[in-house]
């Protein structure tokens, strides 16, 4: 490589990681966590810490098998170094996500070009989905990347007839696979597969290195497999049967329930304002790749990629918006490509029909925002009635910016409107986030941190708040019929820790409602965290007690009155 391309290279990695460290980091740690999500996996991540146990996750003392491990292990890392903090607890989605747009990037510069390479990246970070993904500590994201960058590593490899791109393509799926399971080779495999197919290319895949890739794939999943099934002798069963098969069949009562066209419109808010490019540049990709194939065959690798996700999570009944986050690489990079090959067009119909289309939804929802302001019947904060408006005034200014852009011609002026209007956004929402937080016990576990004493018991009453083990750093009992025979269908909390109790029966946090009440009358002190739709059957039971404090609908009483 030339020494001036290795300094294009590493001028444009290094100004863009900049920017989406800043961008990406920035706010941060300024709200609560959101439960039962960023409650659930942190509190899982802070459990492996304190009891130095990293092969089985534990929620609240129950071993959850329902995902695998390397997420968890990440988290830990991030805990140890910096402790329970928000800013530390949702690192590592951060730095994932900026690994996801730098990664992007490389990509789209050794398929494409420089300038599809920045565009796509930029496209990418400043997608509403990706962003707030990257803010919120769970697996998706996490998964996404991972499958993302085996796929672009497999291309790339592939096209470039490069072993060290190939089996660091098995890498990032065996990575995947420690994630979320079996998707990290399903995938992979699908998509380059129908892709080989395709294209006419299946002489091509000799070249994939599938012995030896499968060797490393395993020598990386397999210890952690092993081991956690020797300590739970009925995880593979659980995991692979009931979790994937059974799950994605529907054959079980999982929640999330959703019409098949649900990531359609997901898609289309999920990747705005870039929403207004995709259908000129899925019909544009579609045309070259019928027109000239083999010219073309790493756009079909693109779409095929898009497709076959969009289509594979479409399928089943349960539905979980951030499932499909993996199909907005290939869309970034299609759009990308497609904006620079038009970037000097000054009477380019397709650019100016997005244009006209942003314009249009900028100004409708713009509008709608500051009208529902108005209404008496809209209960919102005023901290979150700042943020609305300075979203909706942030589309209003985009739309007149971009009727100037139109006169001017200039693509360049359009795109950077569209970018500056999704970062204005996504940090508004981000700075004000803890008002749009309602379900938060934080405050409640500070209150209670600084009154409880070391023989204190915690109990959750009917209702398990996944963020109070978490703030109050230690576990805590929870009240619920554990017999019920409805229990194993329900998914939900209940079902999640009773699931943990078949692999651990010793499990003695887990209580009925009779143990509680004979605690609560114990000459202990007795904390209960409760929903305040509880309060009259709790009242009915004892109509003494001593509130502690109420954020929202949580209520915090004791048995005892406070010191």
């Given at each position: 490589?030339p020494?001036?391309i290795?300094?294009?290279?590493?001028?444009?990695?290094?100004?863009l990681?900049?920017?989406?460290?800043v961008?990406?980091?920035?706010?941060?740690?300024?709200?609560?966590?959101?439960?039962?999500?960023?409650?659930?996996?942190?509190e899982?991540?802070?459990?492996m810490?304190?009891s130095?146990d990293?092969?089985t996750?534990?929620?609240?003392g129950?071993?959850?098998l329902?995902?695998?491990?390397?997420?968890?292990?990440?988290?830990?890392?991030?805990?140890?170094?910096?402790?329970?903090?928000?800013?530390?607890?949702?690192?590592?989605?951060?730095l994932l996500?900026?690994?996801?747009?730098?990664?992007?990037?490389?990509t789209g510069r050794?398929l494409?070009?420089?300038?599809?390479?920045?565009?796509?990246?930029l496209?990418?970070?400043t997608?509403?989905?990706?962003?707030?993904?990257?803010?919120?500590?769970?697996?998706?994201?996490?998964?996404?990347?991972?499958?993302?960058?085996?796929?672009?590593c497999?291309?790339?490899?592939?096209?470039r007839n490069?072993?060290?791109?190939?089996?660091?393509?098995?890498?990032?799926?065996?990575?995947?696979?420690l994630?979320?399971?079996?998707i990290?080779?399903?995938f992979?495999a699908?998509?380059?597969?129908?892709?080989l197919?395709?294209s006419?290319?299946?002489?091509?895949?000799k070249?994939?290195?599938?012995?030896?890739g499968?060797f490393?794939f395993?020598?990386?999943?397999?210890?952690?497999?092993?081991?956690?099934q020797r300590?739970?002798?009925d995880?593979?069963h659980?995991?692979?049967?009931t979790q994937?098969?059974?799950?994605?069949?529907s054959?079980?009562?999982?929640?999330?329930?959703s019409p098949?066209w649900?990531?359609a419109p997901?898609i289309?808010?999920g990747?705005?304002?870039?929403?207004?490019f995709i259908?000129?540049?899925?019909?544009?990709?579609?045309?070259?790749?019928?027109?000239?194939?083999?010219?073309?065959?790493t756009?079909?690798?693109?779409?095929?990629?898009?497709?076959?996700?969009?289509?594979?999570?479409?399928?089943?009944?349960?539905?979980?918006?951030g499932?499909?986050?993996?199909?907005?690489?290939?869309?970034?990079?299609?759009?990308?490509?497609f904006?620079a090959?038009?970037?000097?067009s000054?009477?380019?119909?397709?650019?100016f029909?997005?244009?006209?289309?942003?314009?249009?939804f900028s100004?409708?929802?713009?509008?709608?925002?500051?009208?529902?302001?108005?209404?008496?019947?809209?209960?919102?904060?005023?901290?979150?009635?700042?943020?609305?408006?300075?979203i909706?005034?942030?589309?209003?200014?985009?739309?007149?910016?971009?009727?100037f852009?139109?006169?001017?011609?200039?693509?360049?002026?359009?795109?950077?409107?569209?970018v500056?209007?999704?970062?204005i956004?996504?940090?508004?929402?981000?700075?004000?986030?803890?008002?749009l937080?309602?379900?938060?016990?934080?405050?409640?576990?500070?209150?209670?941190?600084?009154?409880?004493q070391p023989q204190?018991?915690v109990?959750?009453?009917?209702?398990?708040?996944?963020?109070v083990?978490?703030?109050?750093?230690?576990?805590?009992?929870v009240?619920?019929?554990?017999n019920?025979?409805?229990?194993?269908v329900?998914d939900?909390?209940?079902?999640e820790l009773w699931?943990?109790?078949?692999?651990?029966?010793?499990?003695n946090?887990?209580?009925?409602?009779?143990t509680?009440?004979?605690?609560?009358?114990?000459?202990?002190?007795?904390?209960?965290f409760?929903n305040?739709n509880?309060?009259s059957?709790f009242k009915?039971?004892?109509?003494t007690y001593?509130i502690?404090?109420?954020?929202?609908?949580i209520?915090?009483l004791?048995?005892?009155?406070?010191?």
């Open positions: 490589m020494p001036n290795q300094r294009d290279w590493f001028t444009d990695i290094f100004f990681s900049s920017l989406l460290f961008f990406y980091l920035i706010w941060l740690g300024s709200f609560p966590l959101f439960t039962p999500d960023e409650g659930r996996y942190t899982i991540a802070r459990e810490v304190a130095h990293y092969i996750p534990r929620m609240n129950a071993p959850f329902d995902k695998p491990i390397l997420y968890y292990w990440l988290q830990s890392i991030s805990i140890r170094l910096f402790g329970i903090k928000e800013w530390a607890l949702r690192l590592i989605p951060a996500g900026i690994f996801g747009c730098v990664m992007t990037y490389m050794l494409f070009d420089r300038k599809s390479a920045l565009l796509s990246a496209i990418l970070a997608t509403p989905l990706y962003f707030g993904a990257a803010h919120y500590t769970n697996l998706d994201l996490a998964v996404a990347v991972f499958i993302s960058s085996s796929l672009l497999l291309i790339t490899g592939i096209t490069n072993i060290y791109f190939l089996y660091t393509a098995y890498l990032f799926g065996a990575f995947a696979f994630t979320k399971g079996m990290g080779i399903v992979p699908g998509i380059t597969g129908l892709w197919i395709f006419w290319q299946l002489h091509r895949i070249q994939l290195k599938i012995p030896t499968l490393l395993a020598l990386v999943v397999t210890p952690w497999y092993a081991l956690v300590a739970n002798p995880f593979l659980y995991f692979f049967v994937h098969i059974t799950r994605f069949l054959a079980g009562d999982f929640n999330n329930k098949i649900f990531y997901v289309l808010i990747f705005f304002p870039w929403t207004i259908f000129q540049t899925l019909l544009q990709t579609f045309r070259d790749i019928i027109s000239a194939p083999k010219i073309h065959s756009k079909l690798f693109l779409f095929i990629w898009f497709a076959f996700v969009f289509i594979f999570f479409s399928l089943p009944t349960s539905k979980i918006v499932y499909i986050l993996p199909v907005f690489p290939p869309l970034a990079l299609l759009t990308g490509n904006l090959k038009n970037w000097y000054t009477r380019n119909k397709n650019i029909i997005a244009a006209i289309n942003f314009i249009i100004v409708i929802i713009g509008s709608l925002l500051l009208m529902l302001l108005h209404h008496d019947w809209l209960d919102i904060s005023n901290k979150m009635s700042v943020c609305i408006h300075i909706a005034i942030t589309l209003l200014i985009s739309a007149i910016a971009s009727l852009a139109l006169r001017q011609k200039t693509l360049f002026l359009f795109f950077s409107i569209c500056a209007s999704s970062v956004a996504a940090l508004t929402v981000t700075y004000y986030a803890a008002d937080n309602q379900n938060s016990a934080k405050k409640l576990v500070l209150t209670l941190k600084s009154q409880m204190d018991q109990i959750s009453y009917f209702k398990y708040y996944q963020d083990p978490l703030y109050l750093e230690k576990q805590i009992k009240v619920a019929d554990w019920s025979p409805t229990i194993s329900r939900n909390w209940t079902r699931l943990g109790k078949q692999f651990q029966p010793s499990t946090w887990l209580i009925n409602e009779d509680f009440w004979q605690q609560w009358h114990s000459n202990r002190r007795v904390f209960v409760l305040q509880y309060l059957q009915s039971h004892q109509p001593y502690i404090g109420q954020e929202n609908d209520i915090l004791s048995n005892k009155p406070t010191i």
